[in-house]
């Protein structure tokens, strides 16, 4: 079982991510991908949800992924409190600019990082802020 604030990797099989922070007993907090009724273009909120009742393809693997990004991880309290700042908030996903990788690497070292399509994405964004 991954530690509290570990970095949670949805491996999709199309070869995209998605990505959220690991807060215990079984959760993740994430930039919640759209539902199966919810417009993905639309505001969507920053949930807490079982890792089992995420809403992710058939066939994704969900992996513990610290160190994809080379970021040191904030103080545990640090990071407690950006999750629970953003947490139930409503942003607009923007899929390159405003994301759920933008959102897990900003709450666990401050620095919001995309890295991206691996095959696809030519360009990561580097060291913004969220939101």
């Not at 994809?68 to 996903?93: C, G, M, N």
Request: charged share 25%; aromatic share 12%.
């Amino acid at each position: 079982m991954p530690s509290q604030d570990n970095l949670i990797e949805f491996s999709y099989p199309i070869g995209y991510a998605h990505w959220g922070v690991y807060d215990g007993d079984g959760y993740v907090i994430h930039f919640a991908v759209a539902g199966k009724h919810e417009n993905f273009h639309l505001k969507t909120k920053i949930r807490r949800q079982l890792l089992s009742e995420v809403n992710v393809p058939k066939g994704a693997r969900v992996s513990v992924s610290n160190n994809q990004h080379a970021l040191e991880p904030s103080p545990v309290d640090e990071i407690r409190k950006r999750l629970d700042a953003l947490l139930d908030k409503e942003f607009t996903y923007k899929i390159f600019t405003h994301n759920c990788e933008h959102f897990a690497t900003f709450v666990r070292s401050g620095k919001a990082i995309f890295l991206g399509y691996s095959d696809m994405m030519l360009i990561p964004f580097k060291h913004r802020t969220f939101p």
